[in-house]
């Protein structure tokens, strides 16, 4: 089994808010990541897929198919993008870096067909990142 690894960075502003709480459990529990008006992170994604080497090729998977997926599934949604109110899956549920990770997983698997997906690291900042291995 080899595994491979694809980097990727993009650009999104957020805000952390739940309807079911009160304007201060919000800030209580969000602090300053409650404000409506959203900030943003550059974010660095960490794509890991494994398989075994096609002898043919010498591949896991063809890098430009694994970049295609990332970018039509991923990059032109997230990049530029205030997720609250831009993608459909943060509507309803808080954009945390831990669901922004399983929300990426959860958009690549499908378009996957060389490699399985093993692997998604998205990094908030350069101290802080979220390991997803998929679901149980």
């Known amino acids: 089994m080899v595994y491979l690894t694809r ?23 969000f602090g300053k990541c409650n404000n409506p008006h959203g900030h943003g992170h550059n974010y660095t994604l960490e794509v890991t897929v494994k398989g075994e080497v096609n002898p043919r090729s010498g591949f896991v998977v063809d890098l430009k198919d694994l970049k295609a997926v990332l970018e039509r599934e991923v990059l032109s949604v997230l990049d530029h993008r205030f997720l609250n109110r831009e993608v459909p899956e943060f509507a309803a549920t808080i954009p945390t870096t831990e669901n922004l990770a399983i929300s990426i997983w959860r958009r690549l698997e499908p378009g996957l067909k060389a490699a399985r997906l093993h692997r998604v690291r998205v990094y908030e900042t350069p101290d802080l990142f979220v390991d997803f291995y998929g679901e149980a």
């Open 7 to 29: 980097k990727a960075e993009f650009s999104a502003s957020h805000f952390y808010h739940n309807p079911a709480f009160t304007p201060e459990e919000n800030l209580r529990l």
